[in-house]
């Protein structure tokens, strides 16, 4: 079955950085649309940044310019590098997958991963 595990999740401080992973399988991964979601205590799940099929990104405004999603096809592997950490980053990561883009960027994917949390401290 489709599993979607993420890692690289700790305790930072302000400014500083760190990359998460998303490690895939059960599917055939470059089919997929792939994207990071985040969701902080007391709010609601938001989308991070999103990468299809084609390799186009799209990002949340709040992370664009610190905020990098890559890919590696051979690995099965989606990342996020999140420089310039600032306390409001403070969230659940998740990872997501979905046969159509929509689905991700309607913040309805097909699967989601457990999470990895990410603490930036001032």
């Known amino acids: 079955q489709v599993q979607l595990q993420e890692s690289g999740g700790g305790s930072v401080q302000a400014g500083g950085s760190l990359r998460l992973s998303c490690a895939a399988s059960g599917y055939t991964y470059s089919t997929y649309c792939m994207g990071w979601f985040r969701q902080a205590p007391g709010k609601e799940r938001e989308k991070v940044a999103i990468v299809g099929t084609d390799g186009m990104t799209n990002y949340a405004d709040s992370v664009k310019g610190r905020f990098t999603i890559s890919q590696d096809s051979a690995k099965n592997t989606l990342y996020l590098q999140m420089n310039t950490l600032k306390p409001e980053d403070t969230a659940m990561y998740y990872c997501?997958?979905?046969?159509?883009?929509?689905?991700?960027?309607?913040?309805?994917?097909?699967?989601w991963g457990q999470g990895t949390q990410v603490t930036v401290s001032s």
């Open positions: 997501a997958a979905a046969l159509r883009c929509v689905r991700v960027v309607g913040g309805r994917p097909d699967y």
